[in-house]
């Protein structure tokens, strides 16, 4: 215990930004370790090398000094890269060591191209990895999430376990996108939408873990909303609160309370109308075991955005609609964020929303800030202390910065710009013509500071552009 509590003190001053220093930020990817040509197939689309987008971060719940971060590394305009990149910290980002998980092909995995990674740290120092692995240029074809850990706090990575194969033969109609992985003690968690491509039908999926990662559970059904309807961008986090289920539980045979947190999850939700048009809300569910049984889901606000658009016209592909985010405070509460334009009205701010009774029910919405520049992609995490942080995008005349917004009430904000300008339209383009530098972007809290990494742009450099960036808050 004693060295624990001084490996944790000295990550702590390590992470703190002194009151007279600029936040530090500093770039922990580096050039592709994947040579071009590595998936030995013929290019459908075009490669950016050494584009590294859509990272993640996880920090170390026992050592806040310990942090793993991932990204997908040489980005398609189609669909993923050529294969992840992990780094991994333990001195408080100082230093980080660099890794390759098996995924794809590259890395000397089975699969051509790898996306969509989240990264977990258990309580005991195991490190948890995700991926959407693909022989495919498009949401339709072989593909399967794939698991890797680590023992060594995030320096080397194990083989891949398969949680679900799918999108050939019988199942040639499903698509398993979007996976969230999550670890609370020995229970991991991996959920995802599971998408029909028939007739969109998207419900919950979800495979279990009681052996931290050493045997899963059969993935199944734990929602569905009916024919034609469906939800996007699952993510998972544990609150305290009273966790008595209502009389519509699903699936479930008894009901009750129970003194364990309730494991939560956040999501997009869309209805099929009968005009084929779709309703659509962020909502949420919860279980209080281990993921058996979920209650009925509780909506927790609109979705309501017009999407990001630089000066020149083109869209940013910025997870508006799809991604939200979620994070548990150390006093139960619950902070979901999203990208919305219900109080900005001509442009698109970060909403939050709040849960005191572990997502049982919400607060209205209310806006990060106020700010006449276009913000997307927000982040959420909340400190040691209760404070909420929320990391987001800005794109104004000035060009793309990225900004922290702390709040200890919820309501009343304080921002600082962490990184930028940079030129949002030196990023990776995507088929649709957008520019890319993620669906969504990484944030967690170590004791009483904010964390995060995001994807940033380098213009002039065709073969570079853009860099995986840490921050400090």
Request: charged share 15%; hydrophobic share 35%; glycine share 12%.
């Amino acid at each position: 215990m004693k060295k624990y509590l001084v490996t944790a003190m000295a990550g702590l001053l390590l992470l703190a930004p002194t009151a007279y220093a600029a936040t530090p930020s500093t770039v922990i990817s580096a050039p592709s370790p994947y040579p071009a040509g590595c998936d030995h197939k013929d290019p459908v689309g075009t490669n950016y090398p050494n584009a590294e987008v859509q990272p993640d971060i996880a920090v170390d719940p026992r050592n806040p000094a310990h942090m793993v971060s991932a990204w997908q590394t040489d980005r398609w305009s189609g669909v993923g890269g050529h294969g992840l990149v992990t780094a991994a910290t333990f001195d408080g980002g100082r230093t980080w060591t660099r890794a390759t998980p098996a995924v794809s092909t590259c890395a000397g995995g089975g699969f051509d191209r790898a996306t969509d990674t989240q990264v977990t740290i258990a309580p005991n120092g195991m490190v948890f990895l995700v991926s959407l692995s693909m022989n495919t240029v498009t949401p339709q074809g072989d593909h399967a999430l794939l698991v890797v850990k680590s023992g060594d706090g995030g320096r080397s990575w194990g083989a891949p376990t398969t949680i679900i194969r799918e999108g050939t033969g019988d199942t040639s109609n499903i698509w398993n996108d979007l996976p969230a992985i999550y670890a609370t003690g020995r229970d991991v968690y991996v959920a995802w939408d599971r998408i029909n491509l028939n007739d969109g039908t998207a419900p919950i999926y979800l495979a279990h873990s009681a052996d931290g990662g050493a045997t899963w559970g059969e993935p199944r059904k734990v929602v569905d909303f009916g024919a034609g309807n469906g939800v996007s961008g699952v993510r998972l986090a544990t609150a305290q609160g009273n966790s008595t289920l209502d009389s519509s539980t699903q699936g479930s045979s008894t009901h009750g309370s129970s003194t364990q947190g309730n494991l939560v999850a956040f999501f997009s939700y869309y209805q099929l109308k009968p005009d084929g048009s779709y309703d659509q809300s962020w909502q949420s569910i919860r279980s209080a075991d281990h993921g058996e049984t979920w209650s009925a889901p509780t909506v927790v606000g609109p979705v309501k955005s017009v999407g990001t658009t630089e000066p020149g016209g083109k869209g940013v592909r910025d997870g508006h609609d799809i991604f939200g985010q979620l994070a548990a405070g150390p006093h139960g509460e619950l902070r979901a964020v999203w990208q919305g334009s219900q109080f900005a009205g001509d442009h698109d701010g970060a909403v939050l929303a709040t849960s005191t009774d572990g997502g049982a029910t919400w607060s209205a919405p209310v806006p990060v800030g106020s700010s006449p520049a276009q913000q997307f992609m927000p982040a959420v995490a909340v400190n040691s202390d209760g404070v909420v942080g929320v990391t987001y995008y800005q794109l104004d005349s000035t060009g793309t910065s990225y900004w922290l917004a702390t709040s200890a009430n919820g309501t009343s904000w304080r921002t600082s710009k962490l990184a930028g300008p940079f030129d949002i339209t030196a990023a990776p383009v995507v088929n649709a013509g957008q520019y890319y530098v993620g669906d969504f972007h990484g944030m967690a809290a170590a004791g009483p500071c904010f964390v995060s990494v995001f994807a940033k742009t380098n213009s002039g450099q065709p073969d570079n552009r853009t860099d995986i960036v840490f921050t400090v808050g």
